[in-house]
């Protein structure tokens, strides 16, 4: 009976992993990405993760975030995933968390997913000119608006013209949203799907846990290929603190109008007949037990991993900084 119970689990597994109907389009499963996801520890025992460089002022508490930049003037840190992205469809949550005791704050953090990286500029401490979609968490008015701040702005770069960061992007964005995600009683998230040449849906999570409000959506958008996926913010005479707590990427894969080729192509794999149905029944019989058995392999690691084994570190917490700048 214990293949039954793991394919059990299987299935709360998958049944968890997915999403609901966005548009015409349902997101069928979603396989997460351990190269552009990172959470704590955040660092390995080398004091190095394998998948991700950080730099300029960021710093990394293994027990809690990764600070981008921490509440004082004319700070700048960022974060960059070492691989470019190269899924089609995926969807990208991030748990920040902006903090600060001023009545006077800013400037705010971005989260890139660009064809550049690791290049530091004035744009929330990123190069200008880039390739790739912007997604700004802007908490301080360089002018006046019609809307209020803090503000979520996205904007797509075309490596040529500049995001007018004096402006805030007025004008210039392709959505954007009023939300005061700044020193929440709750885990402020924000959500990011893209279906490549169908749409991009920004959601963000601040007024309560698992409540999410739309931001905003663009239909028919194809965004640049391989993009690296980074976050960077910045600070002047006005400061916040602003962390990374974790950040999750799955791949997405989506059944929808245009999903034929892909059901096709499993209908074709099958004969249809019973040997047929228990031979991918056994399949997944395996692969819920490799998966259940990797799983378990995984919590153990990560248990040795949550050890103190880094020196230094003291009241279990440790502090690490790459201080270079480019
Ligand atoms: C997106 O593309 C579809 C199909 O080509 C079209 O029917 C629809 O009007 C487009 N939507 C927008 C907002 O451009």
């Not at 299987?10 to 109907?21: D, K, N």
């Not at 503000?151 to 500049?162: A, F, L, T």
């Not at 402020?188 to 849906?201: A, E, H, N, Q």
């Amino acid at each position: 009976m214990r293949p039954i119970c793991l394919s059990a689990l299987c299935f709360l597994v998958l049944a968890q992993a997915a999403e609901t109907q966005i548009g015409d389009q349902k997101i069928d499963r979603t396989v997460q990405l351990r190269t552009h996801s990172i959470f704590a520890p955040y660092i390995d025992q080398d004091l190095q993760n394998r998948w991700w460089d950080f730099g300029a002022d960021a710093y990394i508490n293994t027990n809690k975030h990764i600070r981008l930049t921490r509440a004082d003037s004319s700070q700048m840190g960022w974060l960059w995933s070492r691989l470019p992205l190269t899924a089609t469809n995926y969807v990208v949550e991030v748990e920040f968390k902006i903090s600060g005791d001023n009545s006077l704050y800013g400037d705010g953090m971005a989260l890139w997913l660009t064809q550049e990286r690791t290049e530091p500029g004035p744009v929330f401490g990123n190069r200008n000119q880039f390739h790739g979609l912007g997604i700004f968490l802007d908490t301080y008015a360089n002018a006046r608006h019609t809307f209020s701040l803090p503000r979520v702005i996205g904007y797509v770069g075309d490596g040529e013209h500049e995001y007018n960061y004096n402006n805030d992007g007025d004008g210039q964005e392709i959505g954007a949203c009023s939300a005061n995600f700044r020193r929440t009683n709750v885990a402020t998230k924000l959500k990011v799907t893209y279906v490549k040449g169908k749409f991009l849906d920004v959601k963000i999570q601040y007024k309560a846990w698992d409540d999410w409000s739309d931001c905003f959506r663009v239909e028919n958008i194809t965004l640049p290929s391989l993009p690296y996926l980074g976050f960077s913010a910045m600070t002047g005479d006005v400061f916040d603190a602003h962390d990374i707590i974790a950040v999750t990427t799955y791949s997405a894969l989506t059944s929808g109008p245009d999903a034929h080729k892909l059901s096709s192509s499993y209908n074709n794999s099958s004969s249809g007949s019973w040997s047929g149905f228990f031979f991918k029944l056994f399949l997944f019989g395996g692969v819920c037990a490799g998966g259940y058995y990797g799983w378990k392999e995984y919590q153990r690691r990560q248990g040795y991993g949550r050890m103190p084994k880094f020196g230094g570190g003291g009241f279990g917490s440790g502090l690490y900084q790459d201080s270079k700048r480019f």
